[in-house]
């Protein structure tokens, strides 16, 4: 936006329709835009709306957000088309390509959940995509596993090879939130989302933007662009397990030729750093760029973070992703007529997952299926690596009676010894009642010492919480390295939030410092089952809830490694599971028996 001067900031006020006791309601909107980009100064003191208008506009054009305060008051029914109108006239002699610019002054973004029912299962294709905790593009579900957004949205996180191909940076993975179901309800509150988890390698695939829509002054440059090869501004993302209750989304790769009318699903930049909840605009799809076409031209409006949102037809088909605009001339989108195919193929996957435990011979049948449990192997496939960060080396497994949580102190054992020579030791809480910190110490310390960790109980002393930090974890964590050497050592506690136990406050104090003590000590590994209280700041993302297997989750389990399962199977495992839950048996149980039944068809 180049500088505005006072004339045109006075045309912007003038397009405000709100009346003039509106004051303090525009007021509001310029706090809650203003704050969250660090302006603290109020932009007039006067109570005269108009001078208010002209002062924040002065202030948003200066700090650099003037189309968000805009957008804010459009979203806040103060003002119109007309104000669109304006700040084209601003914005009229800027050069360059903009990724976002809002283009149509007739219709704009509204709260999709109102708009109409048929709009819920869009809904749930949509997500934010965050990189380091601020909201940086929109992105849609077009595979179970997979998410399509623009490779601008996630460059930061991207390495370019002189070829042009494109990689995920080291480390990157801790830096990239998914988030689906960000969206304000019919009660007027914005839900939580639903945080997808990531596969370790979550670059599926990448195409850079091409060279003129880095630099572009020209919205209908397709120099460099051809089918099939691209380039296409894509990013593949890559997630370790299917969204809850999300539907697939139908692509449409040969839309009709002439215009036809569009609506985006988006998440545009706002007020924080989350960004906007989901939000629906339309317009229309009228112009197609190249023979077969490689880029479309819209009218819908759009802000920042608007990338890679879907673009659908009036069928609710995606037929493209928005890519960026000028504003005044018209937004750009990449069809998904060439990069679909490759959706199709099989999904390499890097982590060897069990499909059975072969040494908990207790368990029948020999080898003991493991169903579901992906996302706690992927993290304990990265736990592995010795550079592994500390919230990867803690594991917070939460879950509701029939989820799992005792498996996992075996699904622990067996991925860890059967693919490293880890040092795993489990302690269940039941045997610490009665303990205070320095017991509590000295127990696990007997147990690492002891071939087998059935303890009986020393006698117990009085320890300070403040003494633990200095005296009782040093000799703790001292004792662990000394039994793992120059191996991992991974300490699993089960038993937290058991019905009859209470935790002492003393065993809370160790457990919290051995979370705590995870920066000083690369070589361990910490797997808390049941643990209900608040981890450590930093450690917010190892936390697991478990959930009951899906249907997804069973079929996986007759699927071959780096393939998805075939929809037929995923489809047919709801009725079997509603055949269980008939005879009262739901969880690993039900799934289990659903097991069973199709280990029996499979064979035959």
């Keep these: 936006m180049t500088a505005a001067t006072s004339l045109s900031l006075s045309a912007l006020a003038d397009t405000v329709t709100a009346p003039a006791v509106d004051w303090i309601v525009v007021e509001r909107v310029w706090e809650r835009v203003s704050r969250a980009r660090g302006v603290h100064m109020p932009p007039q003191t006067s109570r005269d709306l108009r001078d208010l208008l002209v002062g924040a506009f002065a ?32 914005d009229e002699n800027a050069g360059g390509f903009q990724l976002q610019a809002l283009q149509n002054g007739v219709r704009h973004a509204v709260n999709p959940m109102v708009y109409a029912e048929g709009l819920l299962r869009a809904c749930d294709y949509v997500c934010r995509i965050d990189i380091r905790g601020v909201q940086a593009g929109t992105g849609v579900l077009v595979r179970p596993t997979v998410v399509a957004t623009m490779a601008h949205v996630v460059w930061p996180l991207l390495t370019q090879a002189p070829d042009g191909t494109l990689a995920a940076a080291p480390d990157s993975l801790r830096d990239l939130v998914v988030t689906f179901r960000d969206y304000v309800d019919r ?5 939580a989302g639903d945080t997808a988890p ?11 933007p091409a060279e003129g829509e880095r630099l572009a002054g020209d919205v209908r440059d397709i120099a460099g662009i051809a089918a099939p090869a691209g380039p296409w501004d894509l990013a593949l993302i890559r997630l370790a397990a299917p969204p809850k209750g999300a539907a697939q989304a139908e692509l449409m790769g040969s839309p009709p030729a002439g215009p036809f009318e569009v609506s985006l699903l988006h998440h545009p930049h706002g007020p924080n750093e989350r960004g906007e909840p989901l939000l629906l605009s339309d317009g229309r799809l009228d112009e197609q760029l190249g023979v077969p076409p490689v880029r479309y031209l819209h009218d819908v409006n759009t802000l920042g973070g608007s990338s890679g949102a879907p673009v659908f037809d009036q069928r609710w088909r995606i037929v493209a992703l928005h890519q960026g605009g000028i504003t005044g001339v018209r937004n750009r989108a990449v069809p998904v007529r060439d990069w679909s195919p490759m959706l199709d193929r099989p999904l390499p996957d890097g982590v060897p997952y069990l499909r059975g435990l072969e040494r908990s011979t207790d368990l029948r049948p020999v ?32 879950g509701g009676p029939g989820t799992g949580k005792r498996f996992t102190k075996r699904l622990v054992r067996e991925f860890v010894e059967r693919h490293s020579d880890g040092v795993v030791v489990t302690l269940d809480l039941a045997n610490a009642l009665g303990q205070d910190a320095d017991g509590f110490a000295r127990w696990i310390t007997g147990a690492l ?16 919480p403040r003494e633990i930090r200095d005296g009782v974890l040093p000799g703790l964590s001292q004792r662990v390295s000394e039994v793992g050497g120059d191996r991992a050592v991974w300490l699993v506690l089960e038993g937290f939030g058991g019905a009859a136990l209470d935790v ?20 361990q590994r910490l797997v808390l089952v049941g643990w209900d209280d608040r981890p450590p700041e930093g450690f917010e993302a190892s936390i697991e809830d478990l959930a009951f297997p899906t249907a997804y989750d069973i079929a996986a389990h007759f699927t071959p490694a780096g393939s998805a399962p075939a929809d037929a199977l995923v489809t047919a495992v709801p009725s079997l599971l509603a055949l269980q ?24």
């Design 581 to 604: 839950r008939a005879q009262g048996l739901t969880g690993y149980p039900a799934a289990h028996a659903v097991l069973r039944m199709l280990s029996v068809g499979i064979a035959a």
């Design 187 to 191: 009660a007027a509150t914005r839900l």
């Design 504 to 523: 002492p406050p003393g065993v809370k104090d160790v457990v919290v410092n051995l979370m705590g003590g995870l920066r000083d000590h690369p070589s």
């Design 367 to 398: 080898p003991y299926p493991v169903i579901g449990r992906r996302v706690t192997q992927q993290r304990l496939w990265r736990a592995l690596r010795p550079d592994a960060a500390p919230a990867e080396r803690l594991f917070v497994v939460r």
């Design 59 to 90: 202030a948003a054009e200066e700090h650099g957000f003037l189309d968000v305060f805009a957008f804010e008051l459009i979203k806040e029914g103060l003002a119109g088309p007309s104000l669109v109108t304006a700040l084209r006239a601003i």
């Design 449 to 464: 010492s002891a071939p087998d960790p059935t303890l009986t109980h020393g006698d117990v002393l009085t320890t300070a």
């Design 198 to 208: 990531l596969h370790p390698d979550w670059l599926l695939y990448g195409s850079p």
